[in-house]
DNA sequence: CAAGGCTACCGAACAGCGTTCGGAGAACCG
DNA sequence: CGGTTCTCCGAACGCTGTTCGGTAGCCTTG
């Protein structure tokens, strides 16, 4: 019922919470069950374990973060350079914003655990919406594109890992942006950094 | 003495053995203590307990990364493309030649750990030496080496996370040298990315 | 050689962890 | 009302990192 499902995120909640304040593995179930007014044990009649609840912290974020490229890229920009423009901030954004949920989806920081395909699925299609996004502005190849998400990544990486709660990467983006246009251009050569 | 010194190198190569097994998180003490012949309250003889045996292998990973720019930088190329290509492939290959090496030491990867300043001295050092080769080819100012050390981390960590083993962003490091040399240039103005 | 100190090692135990099991009580449905 | 289902929890299991107290053996010193 709903009774349940209402449950359920409250959980998520205080995980989140919890995830904030100590960190994504620093919480045991017993606290998070706490926050809830539970004991551990009755976590499970919501969750098969304490990988499940990440897994479902991994699938909202990832919907979260599909959103969020979904409104960068949405808008009806034709000139390339503003849509890539648009694209890294939305990446460099999401991450800032909350430096747990990135750590999260895009580092692989919690042990022996990985997301289920289901939980996963949103990022893909986001990954899947950047690249025909880049494609329509003339951009495309896997050369290109893993350029490109290794640019993205790298900014977002060092801003979160070095520089906590300031902007010395975050910018940088429009000058990436140019540097990244400016020498690999447009053109079907799908082998081809440079045109 | 040298036996304990032996016996402490012994304990942090199975540490490594380990974590190369089973992840960096996912052995015991009791399990890496069996490995040389001991219990797991012998190794408190030889280490402060598990985060100081994290800590000796980071000021190992930190010490052999030192080790890779200095041979990378110490070549006498006039170039700058030569040494900037010289510079990003040595990260790249001491990324992937050890990827457990690369997430203890570029990756937060452990819940709750850091690693100590003189630990982590090495890795400034090579930092720092990268900077001062990076203006002698007259590559200088916070902006330009933040965008490089963002290409850089950017590439690596793609690398590593998402085609282990093979050589799918290795094979940009000369583009993306040309990419970011072409645009950055050569001045001295610290604060512009494009002269 | 003998005595004493120091080093290396370990058994037992502690608190905490994720997780399982069995049962108690409440809520729902015929 | 009776019976089923749902929700919750106490107790316990095996694991973890870590601490403590004690016991051998080695090294140095008288």
Do not use: C
Not at 166 to 178: I, M, S
């Amino acid at each position: 019922m709903a009774r349940r499902e209402a449950t359920r995120a409250a959980i998520l909640q205080a995980a989140w919470d919890l995830a904030h304040e100590v960190g994504l593995t620093g919480f045991s179930l017993r606290e998070l069950a706490g926050r809830v007014g539970m004991r551990a044990p009755s976590l499970y009649e919501y969750f098969d374990g304490k990988d499940a609840i990440y897994d479902a912290m991994f699938a909202a974020g990832s919907r979260e973060f599909l959103a969020a490229i979904r409104g960068a890229l949405g808008g009806d920009v034709t000139d390339p350079r503003s849509a890539l423009r648009a694209a890294m901030h939305a990446f460099l954004d999401f991450a800032t914003s909350d430096p747990v949920r990135f750590q999260l989806l895009f580092q692989r920081s919690i042990a022996g655990w990985e997301p289920s395909a289901d939980a996963y699925a949103p990022a893909v299609e986001a990954y899947e919406l950047s690249r025909t996004s880049l494609a329509a502005h003339g951009i495309s190849g896997r050369r290109r594109l893993d350029l490109w998400t290794a640019l993205v990544s790298g900014l977002a990486h060092q801003q979160v890992a070095n520089d906590p709660g300031g902007t010395r990467w975050y910018d940088l983006v429009d000058d990436a942006v140019d540097v990244f246009l400016s020498h690999v251009g447009t053109t079907t050569d799908p082998d081809a950094i440079r045109p």
